[in-house]
């Protein structure tokens, strides 16, 4: 009976005392008591020290009442279920998700093939439905508070979230909550639901809300992907109208530009011949008058002598003679040669 | 020596005696106590925690946390004042505030949610059959208000469905579900804390409606993106044509003008050069003419009396 109360850990060297077990009983009874309690001593400081790690807070409770909260370190509390200690993550930032779930965070995380309708598949203040998914991350403000004001904080801010997000994006259109106001939903969502937490005395701060995948429910999506399809093509037909304007005009404006160019060389042209001419008359003019009977003959001679030899038929006719005309037949006698 | 030993034994045999045979308890942070003898509540219930004393055997400690504890009803199918049938699951906050009541009355915790279950449900269906669906749903009028803007938007998707103008909101609603469930359970020792409408979801055959009704303003959205690209088109197709016409136009303009004007120059300046002598001009000019007008297809008919001749009947001096 004796050998079953002593615990293996006997700093009393076991050897002796089976040893003595065996030889001398009696002579060991002696020193029971004292070795009894020694080894309480040694098991109540063992069994009473107790660490906190870097990121947690030790929080005490003393016969269930709390009494202390204990920082980073090597500690000692009263053993054998007087003091009990929890220990609290205050500076890790806890996170949940709604609507997916990460199986294994990494560098190219995987997540859940499944998909929870039941958390992300919510109304919009237009009365349409959508697909919102997002993440809460959380730390403990108050450990104290946490662990005793609260039972499943968990729960809690999963529910309170989810009513929050949704009491939010009931006040968002659908097209508002896809995209334009994102950033005021995570913050609108933030402010209230640390606003509940802390009326529930919770202890709980909420680091950040963040919306992932917002998505139309997957029936009405390519309807969606129509719509941003159409806004392609609506650019891609303004794009080819000014392409067609973009080629046309500056090829226009080079050709009014060589219609205006083409006009300024005949104008040159005119006014420089008209200028020759001019200067051609004036030049024969002023030596016609110096002679002006023999240069008039001159001229007309000299016009004759070039013009005669190129007519084709030469006539001379006395005008004493009358009706020779008829004789000619003009058409025929050319005809004829 | 040994006495101290004997002591430290005494007291520690003493605290597995009064812990074992119950007239020593504690109560947790957590949690609050009933002292009951033979099932009969004795005195006020103990919500200090600590160690506490009770007597052994006959007298029963009841512990109730003193926590904020859940409650997450199941969904419910509920119609809207508008008739609109939606799913609607409820959760909510409580805790025991009176133990005592709360043993008579409920007895446990599983107790308690079936009655919560009654009253919040009962509650929230009251609620939301007495209200439009949009006073669930939203919370303020910040879409109404600024539908100005989203009437601009083009991707703005109620269109058609006028919003309508909330008067209590979801979070007002949800404080009436409150106060009215707080009306009743303070008789079970419970106190609500919070009720907040978790999901609202249509059921499912209004869900394929409204899903068909997003296709459909979906559609009519993409129509319009499509519709204003070839309207822009054709109106660029427009400005380019007119800008062509106005380039060449302007061109012809000027190009005419140029012209014009250098014509009416030339004209001065053979009017001023040939102005010195009309005749003689009407003389070579003439003559200039002849030599472009014949040619051997030409038949020349010259009388004998013209000047050119003048010579062939006679060589006389004139």
Avoid: C
Wanted: proline share 4%; no cysteine; aromatic share 8%.
């Amino acid at each position: 009976m004796d050998f079953e109360n002593t615990p293996f850990k006997n700093p009393i060297n076991p050897e002796d005392i089976i040893n003595a077990g065996k030889k001398k009983l009696p002579e060991l009874i002696k020193y029971l008591p004292l070795a009894i309690v020694a080894l309480l001593v040694i098991i109540f400081i063992a069994s009473g020290l107790y660490s906190v790690g870097p990121d947690e807070v030790g929080v005490i409770r003393r016969f269930g009442k709390y009494t202390r909260t204990t920082n980073p370190g090597l500690h000692i509390k009263i053993p054998f279920g007087v003091e009990k200690v929890d220990k609290v993550k205050v500076k890790y930032i806890f996170k949940e998700e709604f609507g997916f779930r990460t199986l294994k965070s990494g560098i190219v995380s995987r997540y859940s093939q499944k998909q929870y309708f039941d958390e992300s598949l919510m109304l919009t203040g237009d009365l349409n439905a959508i697909i919102v998914e997002w993440i809460i991350q959380f730390k403990v403000k108050d450990p104290v508070k946490l662990l005793f004001n609260i039972r499943n904080p968990r729960d809690t801010i999963r529910n309170i979230s989810e009513a929050v997000m949704r009491q939010v994006v009931g006040d968002n259109s659908v097209s508002e909550v896809l995209t334009t106001r994102r950033v005021e939903l995570n913050i609108e969502v933030q402010k209230q639901l640390q606003n509940i937490l802390d009326s529930y005395d919770s202890g709980i701060q909420i680091v950040t809300v963040k919306l992932q995948d917002v998505n139309p429910p997957d029936p009405v999506k390519p309807s969606f992907n129509e719509v941003n399809e159409a806004k392609q093509e609506k650019e891609k037909v303004i794009n080819q109208a000014w392409e067609a304007y973009n080629k046309a005009i500056p090829a226009a404006r080079g050709n009014a530009e060589k219609t205006i160019k083409e006009a300024e060389g005949y104008a040159l042209n005119r006014i420089n011949e008209a200028k020759g001419d001019a200067a051609k008359f004036n030049a024969i003019w002023r030596a016609y008058n110096s002679a002006q009977d023999v240069t008039r003959k001159r001229l007309y001679l000299e016009t004759m002598h070039e013009v005669i030899p190129k007519a084709g038929k030469k006539y001379i006719i006395d005008p004493s003679q009358q009706g020779i005309l008829p004789l000619l037949r003009l058409g025929e006698s050319k005809d004829n040669s | 020596m040994n006495k101290l030993i004997y002591t430290a034994a005494a007291i520690v045999i003493l605290g597995i005696l009064l812990f074992g045979s119950g007239a020593l308890y504690t109560i947790d942070q957590t949690q609050q106590v009933v002292i009951t003898q033979f099932g009969e509540p004795i005195g006020r219930p103990i919500t200090k925690s600590g160690l506490h004393l009770k007597v052994p055997f006959i007298q029963q400690a009841n512990y109730f946390d003193k926590r904020i504890l859940q409650w997450d009803g199941d969904p419910n199918q509920v119609p809207t004042k508008d008739k609109r049938y939606i799913w609607v699951d409820t959760t909510a906050r409580w805790r025991i505030k009176d133990p005592l009541k709360f043993l008579q009355s409920v007895t446990n915790e599983a107790g308690a949610h079936a009655r919560l279950d009654d009253v919040v449900d009962s509650a929230t269906r009251d609620y939301i059959t007495g209200h439009k669906l949009v006073e669930v749903v939203r919370d303020t009028n910040r879409l109404v208000d600024e539908n100005a803007d989203m009437v601009n938007d083009p991707d703005a998707v109620s269109i058609d469905e006028k919003l309508d103008t909330i008067q209590i909101g979801r979070e007002a609603l949800t404080r009436g579900i409150l106060v009215e469930a707080s009306r009743i359970v303070p008789q079970y020792g419970i106190e609500l804390i919070d009720v907040r409408i978790k999901r609202i979801n249509y059921v499912s055959e209004v869900q394929q409606k409204v899903f068909e009704r997003m296709i459909s303003e979906r559609k009519r959205a993409a129509e319009k993106y499509r519709s204003e690209g070839q309207g822009k088109k054709a109106e660029i197709e427009g400005q380019t044509i007119k800008e062509l016409k106005q380039i060449t136009s302007e061109a012809y303009k000027v190009a005419e003008e140029k012209k014009g004007n250098a014509d009416a120059e030339a004209t001065n300046i053979y009017a001023k050069a040939y102005n010195q002598d009309p005749e003689f001009y009407g003389f070579v000019k003439t003559l200039d003419t002849y030599k472009d007008t014949v040619d051997k297809d030409t038949i020349m008919i010259l009388s004998a009396d013209s000047e050119y001749f003048e010579y062939l009947k006679s060589a006389q001096k004139k």
